[in-house]
T-cell receptor
């Protein structure tokens, strides 16, 4: 089955700096890659997603890039703010089995 | 529009007792998922429903876990009997269909003593 690895497990940045979280996946048939943000004790919330026919997608301060050949994708957050502090999960799925396989999460802390 | 609703939010039980969790998906969402989230880890799929049919339950420990989605709307996940290792957050998610974005509920935090 699919295996998703996520790095780093923790990331601390200064407010205004950029943050990058990287994930690799094992199943070359995976074609959908969402990113979820989870604040302490709350539900995971989708912040951005990308499909395999696209190499990059941007939404204001966040962007995701996908390299299908290398089977990795990354989340980029620019101009970080304290409210960006949370745990971020990457995930992957494929047509026919849309249940998501999640990475282990990255705890991002933005220092004011 | 209301999001995915789950109840109870918290549950404390003693081992070997039964427990049940309830999920109401977003109106019109045909696909429903139950995930298990252990502390410090990402969610892991337990079961996926397309309408009332369980189409992916390969990760559900069927000796003690059961689930149902009568009428293709609300769903119930049951554990009987509960074990200490079942302590975790049980998340329900739904999507319009199996190709669309999954929206998560707030989860039920289970503690087995």
């Amino acid at each position: 089955g699919e295996n998703v690895e996520q790095h780093p497990s923790t990331l601390s940045v200064q407010e205004g700096d950029s943050a990058v979280i990287k994930c690799t996946y094992s199943d070359s048939a995976s074609n959908y890659f969402p990113w979820y943000k989870q604040e302490l004790g709350k539900r995971p919330q989708l912040i951005i997603d990308i499909r395999s026919n696209v190499g990059e997608k941007k939404d204001q301060r966040i962007a995701v890039t996908l390299n299908k050949t290398a089977k990795h994708f990354s989340l980029h957050i620019t101009e970080t703010q304290p409210e960006d502090s949370a745990v971020y999960f990457c995930a992957a799925s494929k047509t026919g089995r849309r249940a998501l396989t999640f990475g282990s999460g990255t705890r991002l802390q933005v220092q004011p | 529009e209301a999001g995915v609703v789950q109840s109870p939010r918290y549950k404390i039980i003693e081992k070997k007792q039964p427990v049940a969790f309830w999920c109401n998906p977003i109106s019109g969402h045909n696909t429903l998922y139950w995930y298990l989230q252990n502390l410090g880890q990402g969610p892991e799929l337990l079961i996926r429903y397309e309408n009332e049919e369980a189409v992916d339950d390969s990760q559900l420990p069927k000796d003690r876990f059961s689930a149902e989605r009568l009428k293709g709307v609300d769903s119930t996940l049951k554990i009987q009997p509960a074990e200490l290792g079942d302590s975790a957050v049980y998340l329900c998610a739904s999507s319009l269909n199996e190709k669309e974005t999954q929206y998560f509920g707030p989860g039920t935090r289970l503690l087995v003593l």
